[in-house]
């Protein structure tokens, strides 16, 4: 089961995946490509105990209002194993953080907390320069996609901040890349292919 499944963007497709998505907006923009998603959240998933093989959570954990309750239900339909895509809070989001702080501790599960699931294992997941996703770091070589508001308004941390905070950041922001003082700054970052900006891929066994 894919559990904030949202349209599906990150659904494999040679599984058989039973989507989960509380937002019947975004079950609506899900493409009839694929498998229609279940109206339910994290904390009531509406399926029957161990009725999957594995729970998958991208980018979704620091959403649920009870993550315990959450982890339990996890426990409850789910077989073998759960795997979760998520955000260290006790790391950074690079430079990011200069300018936006208040980023990095935004909601995010502590890594600790996905050991009330079973043995976990955690990998760091290194976000190439090029990435076309849209999530928080998904720009860290690309700074000026930040002072675009429709980019920032699809970051779920950014709409979490306060809106102050944000305009002054961006303003920041676009001042320092204007006379270049970004790139002085950072000037390291332009020969990295991928930087670890505090993305992890958290792998729990359920047993």
């Known amino acids: ?15 058989h995946v039973v989507p989960v998505e509380p937002s019947e907006t975004m079950i609506r923009q899900r493409p009839g490509s694929l498998p229609p ?9 509406p399926l029957p105990a161990k009725s999957v093989d594995a729970a998958l959570a991208v980018l ?9 309750t959450a982890f ?17 809070p006790d790391a950074s989001f690079g430079w990011l953080d200069d300018y936006f702080p208040g980023l990095a ?7 600790a907390e996905f050991d009330e699931l079973g043995g976990v294992t955690v990998e760091p997941v290194p ?8 999530f928080t770091a998904a720009y860290w070589r690309r700074p000026e996609a ?18 102050r905070a944000v305009a002054d950041g961006a303003v920041r922001l676009a001042h320092d890349l204007a006379d270049r003082t ?9 020969a990295f292919d991928e930087l670890d900006v505090g993305y992890r891929l958290v792998v729990a066994a359920l047993t």
């Open 1 to 15: 089961m894919n559990i904030g499944a949202g349209s599906g963007s990150y659904e494999p497709t040679d599984l």
């Open 37 to 45: 998603a279940l109206l339910g959240t994290a904390e009531k998933l």
């Open 60 to 68: 979704a954990a620091h959403h649920w209002s009870d993550r315990s």
């Open 72 to 88: 339990a239900e996890i426990r409850r339909v789910a077989r073998k194993r759960a795997v979760f895509f998520t955000h260290d």
């Open 105 to 111: 501790g935004m909601r995010y599960p502590r890594l």
């Open 127 to 134: 976000i190439p320069a090029d990435c076309t996703d849209g």
């Open 146 to 163: 930040y002072l675009d508001e429709a980019v920032r308004a699809n970051m779920s941390t950014f709409a979490l901040l306060d809106e």
């Open 182 to 190: 970004w790139h002085r700054r950072y000037a390291r970052l332009v």
